[in-house]
């Protein structure tokens, strides 16, 4: 199973390791499915992850930031979404992340945003905790 993390479930999980967020950051540390991610949900996760209070709570420096970086390019599938394939009327921010969705044909995009989710009976988006339950099935 290939699955599109939103950003806010990579920070949740980072910062938060026994919430469901962090709970799905494990899975995949585990190989229970593949994940597939974009340029512009890196450089998302990069800005998040730069702010200084996400830093302080890390304990994570800025070359510690590239490091988690340069892992997610070396074990997850990147795409390129450079132009986004659908728009996102509620939050334009999140096209990019629908396209990383639609652009790599994963099976679930997985988030925690509402405008994305209420996108759900068009495309393949979860919730942390459906998707959970989902990983349970498998």
């Known amino acids: 199973m290939r699955v599109v993390l939103d950003t806010n ?51 994570w420096d800025e070359a510690k930031i590239q490091h988690y970086l340069d892992l997610l390019v070396f074990f997850a599938e990147v795409v390129d979404v450079s132009e986004s394939c659908v728009q996102v009327e509620a939050d334009p921010k999140d096209s990019p992340i629908l396209s990383t969705l639609i652009i790599s044909n994963a099976d679930f995009l997985i988030s925690g945003d509402n405008d994305l989710l209420n996108l759900k009976e068009n495309y393949q988006i979860l919730s942390i905790l459906e998707f959970l339950q989902k990983l349970e099935g498998y």
């Open 9 to 59: 479930v990579w920070v949740s999980g980072l910062l938060l390791p026994n919430s469901n967020a962090g709970k799905i950051l494990k899975e995949w540390k585990g190989v229970k499915f593949d994940v597939v991610v974009s340029s512009y949900i890196l450089e998302e996760i990069g800005k998040v992850l730069a702010d200084p209070k996400i830093k302080k709570r890390l304990h």
